[in-house]
């Protein structure tokens, strides 16, 4: 099931469902079809598989009876889940990513996931802009396959980890490399750490949709292929099986650090092909698709914040 956030100029936000670019109302195909579920994704997700499958049988009854639907060309998807407990993401999680920024491979058993966290204020949907700000002239994207978190959990074994991924989405992080408040200050220890965390900050640098799709839609997430273009130029190429640690070992080793809840989103890194790499940086206009096979396209354009 495709599930998603959205409005339209006569219809309050609201969480819907998309089958063949139809988008339907879950709670009024919910009411129509005696069902119980909840107002937003994230309650829904809260309802476990009972929920999810409630929601399943609303969206076929509405399908079934012709229950009056939105194309999706006439509503405003927004992220599709907006209030996550949290948003944890990961660095360097592609050897080429790392190695066109100058570092070296590096030796997976050797090391451990960096894991970093991006305000909620960064999500938005597709199609909504990506904010340029005044603090940096040098933003870039970073298309990365995101999973939520269905099943809440503390210490998570590899091996059960996958148990607890609720779906899976297209996410942009939106990142500001260099920032222009930076400029002639006293150097200290750490300033470069923490400007590039302050560069994941900005709003609107966490565009994610338009889909959550569940996870029984797909069955492997390593063969998940994606591609990013910026004005139709193709820019980054890879798969999810390229990340140095995959999706149940991210899982694992996050629920290490923290306890994770339902609805906490994790974005997975990205393949080579970032601008950076050559300089070439997001500019207003800039129209920024990402497309990951099964789990659609999400696309936005750059404006001055």
Excluded at 66 to 84: R, S, W
Excluded at 292 to 298: E, Y
Aim: negative net charge; glycine residues 12%; contains cysteine.
């Amino acid at each position: 099931m495709k599930l998603v956030t959205y409005s339209t100029p006569s219809i309050s936000t609201r969480m819907g469902a998309v089958q063949n670019g139809v988008v339907y109302d879950l709670g009024a195909a919910a009411k129509a079809s005696g069902e119980s579920v909840a107002s937003s994704v994230r309650g829904l997700l809260e309802q476990g598989e009972a929920g999810l499958a409630a929601a399943n049988r609303a969206l076929a009854h509405a399908v079934k009876t012709g229950a009056a639907g939105t194309p999706e060309a006439g509503v405003t998807f927004h992220a599709p889940l907006g209030d996550p407990p949290k948003i944890l993401c990961l660095a360097g999680n592609y050897q080429a990513h790392i190695q066109e920024g100058g570092g070296k491979a590096v030796d997976k058993p050797k090391i451990t996931p960096r894991v970093f966290s991006k305000p909620i204020t960064t999500l938005c949907g597709h199609q909504a802009p990506i904010l340029l700000p005044e603090i940096s002239n040098h933003v870039d994207y970073e298309l990365e396959v995101a999973f939520v978190i269905g099943k809440p959990g503390k210490l998570i074994k590899v091996e059960d980890a996958m148990s607890h991924v609720a779906g899976y989405a297209v996410y942009n992080d939106v990142s500001s490399r260099k920032l222009v408040v930076a400029e002639g200050r006293d150097k200290r220890d750490g300033d470069g750490f923490f400007d590039w965390l302050a560069g994941k900050w900005q709003d609107n640098s966490g565009p994610m949709g338009p889909y959550l799709v569940t996870a029984d839609e797909i069955p492997d997430p390593e063969k998940l292929a994606m591609r990013l273009y910026v004005n139709g130029e193709i820019r980054q190429n890879g798969t999810a099986g390229q990340m140095i640690f995959n999706i149940a070992e991210t899982i694992a080793y996050c629920s290490r650090l923290v306890t994770l809840q339902t609805g906490d989103i994790i974005a997975t890194g990205t393949p080579s092909g970032v601008g950076d790499a050559k300089g070439i940086y997001l500019k207003a206009g800039d129209v920024v698709r990402c497309e990951i096979d099964g789990l659609g396209v999400l696309e936005n354009t750059c404006q001055v914040a």
